[in-house]
């Protein structure tokens, strides 16, 4: 497969050029921490173009059947078709995108763009691709507790960032489910004995009062847990600053909050949790930041924070990327088409 295009929109296929194709990599693969150091290499023929020409080399790789709509680039090299990555460093890029403890197929190819403005080419710019080559990957995650149950959000789970008995994650729970927790590796699986405890082996369901974002935290030593509400909203003159708050949803993967809502021109909004102005470090109070009411482009997690102004009336996709401790924040705001 050949795509071959000038910088000045006229394309161009030579009949000469012989794409590349990748020769050797590893194509069915459970990787594990134990393999955290091994090397991964993938290997592919040069590209052939018939003439002198410098060519750089992508490795891209995208969900089995997406036909690369949304490529991720692993690596590129310049006169270089060999890419070799540690199988941790290969492991958290896919983890940018799939899913950890599952086999999923994807796709493999190397793109060759080759530079040949001073060969007395019309085309200066010619682009060849490799065939695609198929993998069944099977990623590993931090350590990790699943929560098992029928949750409206698939696939969730809660961390040891150090490794430790210490596991905690944000999920969306649901009051009418109980859940439990099963390590997805050891198979160890916990549930609920208490208010605040927790069994191993046990059968009895987690539960909560109301449904929405929780920071689920558990210490596997002490056989405790606890669930504390993380209610994102936002609340201003649209529904006269009395709520209670229409709540953000949370994208896991994307590390933000979103919401789709009717503004009128004159609208003034902040950002708040739990339907309180308790502010940093317990809370958010998240508005404009300056003296006077202001735009979405420069915001603060700050108590004395302005309000955020409506960019125009009609409705509007909100989305929020906060730091630790709510700072420094980040928002847009799309126009939604009705």
Known sequence: MFACQKQAALTEISANIVAPQITAMPT?????????????????????????????YELQVDTTGNQFKNPTTLASGIKDSIFKFSVSNFNATLLLRWLPYQATKLDFRIVATLDHSNAYNTVPVITAISPTVTAVITLYGLPQFNLVGSLKVPNQNIQSLGSNNLYSGLVKLDSAVAFTLANPVTGTKYGMAGATTMTLN?????????????????????????????????????????????????????????ITINLSASDQFKIRENNNWNGPPTSLNIGFNGSAAGTYNNIYNNGSSQNILSPGAGSWYITLTMGPGGNPCSMTMTAVNN
């Open 28 to 56: 069915t693969l459970t990787y594990t921490t134990a393999l955290a150091n091994d090397t991964i290499t993938f290997t592919a023929s040069k590209v052939n173009p018939g003439f002198t020409a410098s060519a750089i």
């Open 202 to 258: 046990g059968t009895t369901g987690f539960t909560v009062n109301a449904t929405g974002w929780y920071l689920l935290s558990i210490d596997t030593a002490k056989l405790t847990f606890s669930a504390a509400q993380n209610f994102v909203g936002i609340i201003g003159t649209f529904d006269n600053w009395t709520g209670p708050d229409p709540l953000l949803n949370y994208n896991p993967r994307g590390g933000y909050w979103y």
